[in-house]
């Protein structure tokens, strides 16, 4: 008989047809049931729009202030809308407007300007829209009052009694650099118990950031070191001191004749070594960068090698200083060992310096690389963590002012690496401070902190015009300053001048900071009065931006100052009603989507039935049968389970991570001291170690300003020094004068 009329094969194939035409209705059937009920819930997590924003706690008068608006589902998947930004006064006068669609990742940045006149406390609104619903926040603001920082300077650093002490004050606002006010500024010298010297007082308002005053020290008075202090009446800065000497004068032309020697400890075997981790603690099972520094007992640097080790004696990794006892090395410690450094150079070291405790509270790590960025470059680094889904804001900080953050939910692929991207404005430079907050509680907790570096883009240059480095002894020397900023175009600036005996200044072994170094990175160290030669740090020599990142993680300590970024997020609020709504729907779905669900649920299991009642009655039978009908029936009673309970498509909503709400409340503001006599800049010098002074010496239009001053008619060498300030940008020079007699020819 042909197969073609073979009953049997005619029945197989029939049925064979009717399984697979029964499949494939019933896939379409549970896949259109299950893309309906996707629909759906997207419309219900697009109904419920979650608003994040993110900022300074606090505005600062005359500082520009960023703050970052996020717009997305409660699901977390981003979502467009239209953001409406506002600032307000107290008495709803409106102050600055914006509105703008946030990006394709639902983000938006706003900037409040530096320029605008705010008044002690704002309002600040916001408002999100998408497809006519909305979300708002509103809030009170404080702004707080521009914050200063001084530097004294001195003619020269030792004197004899009779002479005359010249100095002067520069007083700039702490993160713009600008002399926008005028100050009243207090001068005092102390002796070397910590009395006031009599009339040494000095009570004025400075002149374009510039305090000055002379002092002439009395004949009798005792020598030794001796201390200038300049208070702010009005607090407006920190008390600034500068020590200076006072010696007889056998006592300086005994030191004259003298070889300069500096003294040499000599290491008893006693290396003491401070680490520092680089985010403060060691966090186990992530890679931690470890810095370290060497002294002697004495306190100076020492050069050391060693091995890092762990309890069991196990070499982990090898650590040497660099630059001036100072070192970094990285490791992956384990929870609850204990590491220690064993010392192999200097050889007769026996002690082995236990390194801090593994921590079983942090859970993050920073990854800066060297930690010194370039002018105008956002701060690019990563952020590892050991826990996912912690809800974190890294913010940065430049000289007290919040100048950038991100906020992000941690996860522990790739090694536990978090991106994190700060673009910052162009005028941020110097020491940044970066936090990493937990606000996951409320208040949020500081859990990890460092100290990094970004160059300074706007500055000035100062160079000597018309200048002949060699004169002959009682000259009159004629001197163009020339003041450019960064893209060498001459700019007005106030200028502080010295010229000085270049002997005296290498005899009392001057190593003063140059004004740039004191502002953008003295003020943000400890203890800066101990660095030597600090303005290397700030050079542009090769190996500067490593020795500083050294400097930044060995002596700048972890001090968690200021406050938490301000942080609005409705999630909380949003996950109620969107249970609410999602409660609604499932009592009110139609009898389409159960009528799919029934079919989807028991049509999948009637399949099942139907190719296994086949295979009994020997009708048709065979893997290329069961393999489809199984697979059909599988996705069936998986999408009728799943339109059965709504909930197991919310997942999303769940997965998103919410910070919890943060603001500080406006504090009472305080009024002002009242007003200052000025302050009489200029003085005129008798012949001394001090060739010429001037405390604010003004460059015009053209960038120039001009000295002159007389040589002495004995062969010497003076130092010219020159600071500049003007238009938040600052900088220093400095050239030399010979003075010598010269061979005719």
């Known amino acids: 008989m042909s197969t073609l009329h073979d009953p049997s094969r005619l029945q197989a194939r029939s049925a064979n047809w009717a399984v697979g035409l029964a499949a494939a209705v019933l896939l379409m059937v549970s896949l259109g049931g299950y893309f309906y009920h996707r629909e759906q819930l997207r419309e219900l997590a697009a109904e419920h729009v979650r608003l994040q924003v993110t900022g300074p706690a606090s505005l600062q008068a005359g500082v520009p202030t960023v703050y970052t608006v996020s717009t997305t589902a409660i699901t977390g998947d981003p979502m467009p809308a239209e953001v409406q930004f506002a600032l307000f006064t107290p008495d709803e006068t409106r102050l600055l407007g914006h509105t703008e669609m946030t990006d394709e990742q639902g983000r938006l ?74 100050l009243p500024v207090h001068f005092e ?46 607090e407006a800065f920190s008390e600034e001191k500068r020590s200076f000497f006072v010696r007889l004068p056998e006592e300086i032309e005994r030191s004259t004749q003298e070889t300069t020697a500096k003294t040499i400890p000599i290491n008893p075997g006693k290396v003491e070594v401070s680490f520092y981790p680089e985010s403060g603690e060691l966090v186990g099972g992530l890679e931690n ?59 007769d070291v026996t002690g082995q310096p236990k390194l801090p405790k593994v921590s079983a509270e942090q859970k993050v790590v920073f990854s800066t690389g060297t930690g010194v960025f370039d002018a ?42 978090n991106p994190v991207v700060i673009p910052l404005a162009e005028e941020v430079g110097g020491v940044i401070r970066l936090t990493v907050y937990d606000y996951s509680v409320n208040p949020p907790k500081p859990t990890a902190e460092r100290l990094v570096y970004r160059r300074m883009g706007r500055k000035l240059s100062v160079r000597a015009a018309e200048h002949h480095e060699h004169y002959s002894p009682g000259e009159t020397v ?74 930044l993680g060995t002596q700048g300590r972890r001090r968690f100052v200021g406050n938490p970024p301000a942080m609005f997020d409705n999630l909380g609020e949003l996950r109620a009603k969107y249970e609410t709504s999602l409660a609604e729907y499932r009592a009110d779905r139609t009898k389409v989507l159960s009528t799919l669900t029934t079919v989807s649920f028991f049509a999948g299991l009637g399949l099942v039935l139907l190719v296994a009642m086949l295979g009994l009655l020997k009708v048709v039978s065979g893997v290329q049968l069961w393999v489809p009908a199984v697979g059909v029936t599988t996705c069936c009673l998986v999408i009728g389970m799943i339109l059965m309970d709504p909930d197991r498509l919310k997942s999303g909503g769940d997965a998103a991570v919410p910070f919890l709400p943060f603001h500080m409340a406006p504090p009472e503001v305080t009024e002002a001291a009242g007003p200052y006599k000025e302050l009489h800049e200029e003085q005129k010098l008798p012949k001394t170690e001090t060739s010429f002074w001037h405390p604010m010496l003004l460059a015009g239009e053209d960038g120039k300003a001009h000295i002159s001053f007389d040589l002495p008619d004995s062969i010497s060498t003076f130092r010219i020094r020159v600071d500049a300030h003007g238009a938040g940008r600052i900088g220093s020079g400095s050239c030399k004068v010979i003075s010598r007699t010269l061979t005719p020819k």
């Open 109 to 182: 940045r706003v900037t409040i300007p530096a320029d605008m006149d705010l008044p002690e406390t704002v309002v600040l609104k916001v408002v999100a829209k998408h497809d006519g619903k909305q979300q708002r926040i509103e809030t009170r603001l404080s702004v707080e009052p521009v914050r200063y920082i001084a530097q004294l300077s001195l003619d020269k650093p030792l004197y004899r009694p009779g002479e005359t002490i010249y100095y002067r004050s520069l007083a700039l606002s702490r993160f713009g650099l600008a002399a926008n006010r005028e």
């Open 478 to 551: 004629s001197i163009s300053l020339v003041v450019t900023d960064e893209k060498a175009r001459p700019v007005p600036a106030a200028l502080g001048v010295a010229v000085v005996d270049d002997a005296l200044l290498s005899l009392a072994d001057d190593d003063t900071p140059s004004m740039p170094t004191h502002f953008l990175l003295g003020t943000e160290v400890e203890n800066p009065e101990d660095l030597e030669d600090a303005d290397f740090y700030l050079s542009d020599d090769p190996e500067a931006a490593v020795a500083l990142d050294l400097l």
């Open 189 to 234: 010298i102390l002796d070397p118990s910590g009395a006031a010297v009599p009339d040494s007082q000095l009570e004025g308002i400075t002149q374009r950031g510039v305090g000055s005053g002379a002092f002439k020290i009395p004949d009798e008075l005792a020598g030794g070191q001796y201390v200038l202090v300049a208070r702010s009446p009005d």
């Open 289 to 347: 960068r470890v810095y370290f520094v060497a002294r002697d007992p004495l306190g100076e640097p020492v050069h050391i090698k060693g091995t890092v080790v762990d309890g069991s004696g196990n070499d982990i990794t090898s650590a040497e200083t660099i630059h001036k006892g100072m070192g970094t090395f990285s490791f992956t410690p384990r929870a609850q060992r204990r590491y220690h450094l064993k010392i192999t150079s200097p050889a």
């Open 376 to 417: 105008d470059a956002p701060l690019e680094f990563n952020l590892r963590a050991a826990e996912a889904d912690m809800p974190v804001v890294v913010s940065a900080t430049c000289r007290g002012v919040s100048v950038g953050q991100q906020a992000l939910v941690t996860k522990v692929e790739d090694n536990g690496a």
